[in-house]
C-alpha cells in the first residue's frame, strides 16, 4: 500500500490535503472549507469526484447533479435499484443512490485498486450499503454482469482525463444493453470541447444502439464556446425529458436537455464509432483545471 503524504492546506475544520501515488497517477484529496467533512478528489491535478461524507446526497459538480437527476427518474422515489457504475472514483453516485434508494444493490467497476483503497480509507462509505467492488477494466467488468440484470448503468470512466476507446464503440454499448433490464437507463459523462465531435460521435453510436436518447449539458458547451461535460442518457423506452428538462434547468448552473429531432441535427451527420475505429476523447486544454 502507498504511503500518503500531507500538505499544509487545511479545511475550517483543520483537514489536511492528501497526496498518495495510484495507479492511474498522483491522487489529491483537498478539504472542502465549507464542508466539514466534504473533499474533491483530483488525479493529476484533474478533478475527479466530490463527496461529502456527512450528507451523500449532496452532489457538488454539474455532471454529478445530472446524473443524480437520472437516479432519481430512474424508478419511483425510493424503489431499490439495481445498478453499475463504471468508473468509481470517489464512489459519489453509489453513496447518493444507497441514500436515496436504501436496500439498493450496486456494483462498481474500478480498474485503479489503488485508488479504491485510498478511497476505502480516507472516504469510507456506509458499511450497510449494498456495494460491491471490482477493480478491473470496465469493460471486462461489464462482461461478468448477467443479462438483464441493471436498473440503470453509469459510465463515468477516465484515464488521464480522457475516456479510453473501447469504452466509445457500438459493441461497447452493445453490452451496455445487454446488462440492462427492459426500459433500464444507460447515463455516460462525456466530456468535449469545439468542435464537439466526440460528443458528437457518441450520441450517433449510442443511436445505433439505443431508440430514446438525450444530451444535458451546459448551453455554453452545447454551442461549442469550452471545454466541458455532457451527460448522455439512453434507453429502449421513452425517456422522463420533460421532467429531467425542469430539474436540469433549476440546478445552480442551469443546463440544456437536447433530444428528438434537434438532438439528431445537433450530430450533424456524425457516423457511429466501432472498436475498428474506436480512439480516446480529447484531452482537456491545461487551462481548464487551472
Same mark, same amino acid.
Given at each position: ?112 485498486a489503488a485508488l ?37 448503468? #453509469? &459510465? ?5 482525463? @480522457?475516456?479510453?476507446?473501447?469504452? =466509445?464503440? !457500438?459493441? %461497447?454499448? /452493445? ?52 471545454f466541458g461535460n ?12 420533460a421532467e429531467l428538462?425542469?430539474? #436540469? &434547468? ?5 443546463? @440544456?436537455?437536447?433530444?428528438?429531432? =434537434?438532438? !439528431?441535427? %445537433?450530430? /450533424? ?22
Amino acid at each position: 500500500m502507498a504511503k500518503s503524504k500531507r500538505r499544509g492546506r487545511t479545511d475550517g475544520g483543520g483537514s489536511e490535503a492528501v497526496l498518495e501515488q495510484v495507479d492511474g497517477g498522483m491522487a489529491e484529496l483537498i478539504p472542502d472549507r465549507e464542508r466539514p467533512h466534504g473533499w474533491t478528489l483530483l488525479i493529476d491535478g484533474a478533478p475527479q469526484s466530490h463527496v461529502d461524507l456527512d450528507d451523500p446526497t449532496h452532489l457538488s459538480f454539474e455532471y454529478q447533479r445530472r446524473l443524480g437527476h437520472i437516479a432519481d427518474l430512474a424508478a419511483p422515489p425510493g424503489r431499490p435499484l439495481q445498478v453499475v457504475h463504471l468508473g468509481g472514483g470517489a464512489f459519489t453516485l453509489a453513496r447518493y443512490i444507497a441514500a436515496t434508494r436504501p436496500r439498493s444493490t450496486q456494483q462498481i467497476v474500478e480498474l485503479d485498486a489503488a485508488l479504491v483503497q485510498l478511497v476505502r480509507r480516507k472516504l469510507p462509505w456506509d458499511p450497510n450499503a449494498r456495494i460491491r467492488v471490482r477493480s478491473i477494466d470496465a469493460r471486462d467488468g461489464l462482461g461478468k454482469v448477467q443479462d438483464d440484470w441493471a436498473d440503470l448503468v #453509469i &459510465a463515468d470512466v477516465f484515464s488521464g482525463a @480522457r475516456t479510453p476507446a473501447h469504452l =466509445t464503440s !457500438t459493441e %461497447f454499448l /452493445g453490452e451496455v444493453r445487454r446488462v440492462l433490464k427492459p426500459g433500464g437507463y444507460y447515463a455516460a459523462n462525456l466530456a468535449d470541447g469545439p468542435p464537439l465531435a466526440h460528443i458528437r460521435a457518441q450520441v450517433a453510436t449510442a443511436a445505433a444502439v439505443f431508440p430514446e436518447l438525450a444530451l444535458a449539458a451546459d448551453p455554453t458547451v452545447l454551442r461549442g464556446r469550452r471545454f466541458g461535460n455532457a451527460v448522455l442518457l439512453a434507453s429502449d423506452v421513452t425517456l422522463p425529458v420533460a421532467e429531467l428538462t425542469r430539474r #436540469i &434547468a433549476g440546478d445552480p448552473h442551469p443546463g @440544456r436537455v437536447e433530444h428528438g429531432r =434537434t438532438l !439528431t441535427d %445537433f450530430t /450533424g451527420g456524425a457516423a457511429a464509432v466501432t472498436d475498428a475505429s474506436a480512439k480516446p476523447s480529447p484531452a482537456p486544454p491545461p487551462a481548464v483545471f487551472r
